[in-house]
């Protein structure tokens, strides 16, 4: 009876730190996910506020945007795809990245080695001065609206 500890613990510890180190690379999985659909969404942006361009300057130029971003604040992704559309109202960028994550084929059957980060962003297109007087009409709008509640006090 004295081994029996010994023997459980060289069978339960293994198992612990697996959990325990899949928990991290989840969380850093996470972290990367959370980083990407940002940057995503920030080219995306970019692209909408270059008006006055043909779709292909505008590709170029958020296709430079995105070649520029800092890609070193990544925990564990490596290798980048970017897929840039621009249509005439919307700019569309999608960006993969990838984890290697080495120790879940010796461990897990069926998982693939590499876990895949896919994020999607839509933007539209709009002219600043268009948005500049819709704003404009909306105050309007609503000090119109005070002016009336005002009145009728």
Request: with cysteine; aromatic share 12%.
């Amino acid at each position: 009876m004295k081994g029996y500890f010994t023997i459980e613990a060289t069978l339960l510890m293994p198992m612990v730190l697996a959990v325990y180190i899949f928990l991290i690379y989840l969380g850093l999985y996470q972290y990367d996910r959370c980083l990407l659909e940002q940057d995503c969404r920030l080219i995306a942006l970019r692209g909408s506020f270059l008006q006055g361009q043909e779709n292909k300057e505008i590709y170029w130029c958020v296709n430079k945007m995105f070649n520029e971003n800092n890609w070193d604040k990544f925990a564990l992704s490596v290798k980048n795809n970017i897929a840039i559309e621009v249509s005439g109202e919307n700019v569309n960028a999608e960006i993969c990245r990838y984890i290697n994550v080495p120790f879940v084929k010796n461990i897990f059957e069926g998982i693939s080695e590499e876990w895949k980060i896919q994020v999607a962003a839509k933007s539209r297109r709009l002219e600043p001065a268009t948005v500049i007087r819709i704003c404009k009409k909306i105050m309007e709008v609503g000090r119109d609206k005070n002016g009336s509640d005002n009145e009728s006090e």
